[in-house]
């Protein structure tokens, strides 16, 4: 069993920052990858960003130099500080994991829960 808990949603004014975290936990061999996205409503679920292994990011064009993920191998855990945030960013932010567990040698995605972010004044 694998576990995503994230924590830091919450409703902030536009041009405010907030920082997401996400820590997974369970029967984990190995994290390929994390990240975080987002699904406003009515709309699909997006990548946000993502952070391999290695520490290689990826992010999407509208949050380019506004967000920035990082994480914590030691703790299995993500973190996406947002800054500068836009109305169009409100949306529940979910966490997502590509990872090995320990009963199993493929790899598997796992999400959290989400998280709700609302940017308004």
């Given at each position: ?8 949603g ?109 940017v308004?004044?």
């Amino acid at each position: 069993q694998v576990q995503l808990v994230e924590s830091g949603g919450g409703l902030v004014q536009p041009g405010g920052s907030l920082r997401l975290s996400c820590a997974a936990s369970g029967s984990i061999r190995s994290i390929n990858a994390m990240g975080w996205y987002r699904q406003a409503p009515g709309k699909q679920r997006e990548l946000v960003a993502r952070i391999t292994y290695v520490g290689s990011t990826m992010y999407a064009d509208s949050v380019k130099g506004r967000f920035t993920i990082s994480k914590h191998s030691g703790k299995n855990a993500v973190y996406l500080q947002m800054n500068s945030l836009k109305p169009e960013a409100t949306a529940v932010y979910f966490c997502h994991a590509l990872l090995t567990t320990t009963s199993a040698w493929e790899t598997s995605d796992y999400w959290g829960q989400g998280t709700q972010v609302t940017v308004s004044s």
